[in-house]
């Protein structure tokens, strides 16, 4: 298997039966221990001031590679829509889409917190709908928390859920299901804006929220509203001042042909790799070169 450079690596207990020697035996990522990360280590993380990495996953082995390197909370986001599914938008992603493909990264992985998105059109209607859509989730997929796009405008579904024991994720800033008005811009400049995001987080957070995610803010907007809350903070092209920082796992692998986001980076190029393997593997079956000996049976 092919090594990271070290920097790259976590600490060799990240995820791992043999930790008890941990110097980090809390730290999320690279921390101690094989339970499943909960809402109140990421709680506890804020009050240590630990930054911890969040990324995306759709199947159960490339969640398990994720779990493996120690990322500690796994979002099966509807950007599976673009992503996976071959849909232009998150909007036609479904709560079937999302119970399925979460149950697998749920089954891939033993200590990541796995968060589910609730798809577009499926808590609109009101907490009884919103309720009855992460109940699915938590009992069919096993998802640890669910996340919902809205602060305000959302507020009885989460508090909702969160009465039912279900935590919430929000979603402020850029809000993919609302493409159709919003467009792809960043959210927020202008005072007005500005309030509204940060009055956003704060009722979310007052409605029991355990952490929110800002998408596509200013920094020094994402800064403010992560000093001005309790709960955590998770970024995406809010610059570098939140809790912590999430990227749709694609984007981060080099996976996703054409444009990517400018705020992302690119950490491999598995688009090109996984190109090479196919186009040699080809040209071994059209050479004659596959199979050989070794992989046939007589
Ligand atoms: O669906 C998703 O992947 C997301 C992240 C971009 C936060 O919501």
Redesign the pocket.
């Known amino acids: 298997m092919t090594q990271l450079p070290a920097a790259q690596n976590p600490p060799a207990s990240a995820g791992s039966a043999t930790s008890a020697g941990s110097d980090h035996p809390k730290a999320l990522y690279g921390g101690a221990g094989t339970r499943r990360i909960t809402v109140r280590d990421l709680a506890a993380a804020k009050e240590r001031g630990e930054k911890w990495p969040m990324l ?1 996953a759709y199947d159960a082995m490339t969640a398990s590679v994720f779990d493996e390197a120690g990322i500690p909370v796994l ?1 099966v ?3 599976m829509g673009n992503c996976h599914l071959g849909f232009d938008t ?1 909007v036609p992603v479904t709560m079937d889409h999302m119970t399925m493909l979460s149950a697998a990264v749920v089954r891939g992985t033993s200590r990541a917190l796995v968060v589910g ?1 609730l798809t577009f059109g499926s808590y609109q209607e009101g907490p009884v709908q919103a309720l009855r859509s992460a109940t699915r989730l938590v009992k069919e997929a096993g998802v640890g928390a669910v ?1 919902l796009e809205g602060g305000e405008r959302s507020l009885a579904q989460t508090e909702t859920l969160v009465q039912a024991g279900i935590p919430v994720m929000a ?1 402020l800033g850029l809000t ?1 299901q609302s493409v159709n008005t919003l467009g792809y811009r960043v959210q927020g400049r202008g005072d007005e804006a500005a309030h509204r995001l940060v009055r956003d987080a704060k009722a979310a957070q007052d409605a029991g929220a355990f952490a929110v ?1 800002l ?1 596509l803010v200013p920094a020094e907007l994402a800064a403010e509203v992560t000093r001005s809350l309790q709960i955590p903070t998770v970024g ?1 092209g809010a610059g570098p001042d939140t809790d912590a920082q ?1 990227l ?1 796992w694609t984007d981060m692998a080099g996976m996703t042909g054409g444009k990517v986001p400018r705020f992302t980076r690119q950490y491999a190029d598995l688009r090109r790799t996984l190109g090479d393997a196919a186009r040699a593997f080809a040209g071994d079956v059209v050479g004659g070169a596959f199979p050989a000996e070794e992989h046939t049976f007589h």
């Open positions: 995306t979002l986001g509807d950007s998150t998105d996340k979603h993919p995610v998408e995406i999430v749709v």
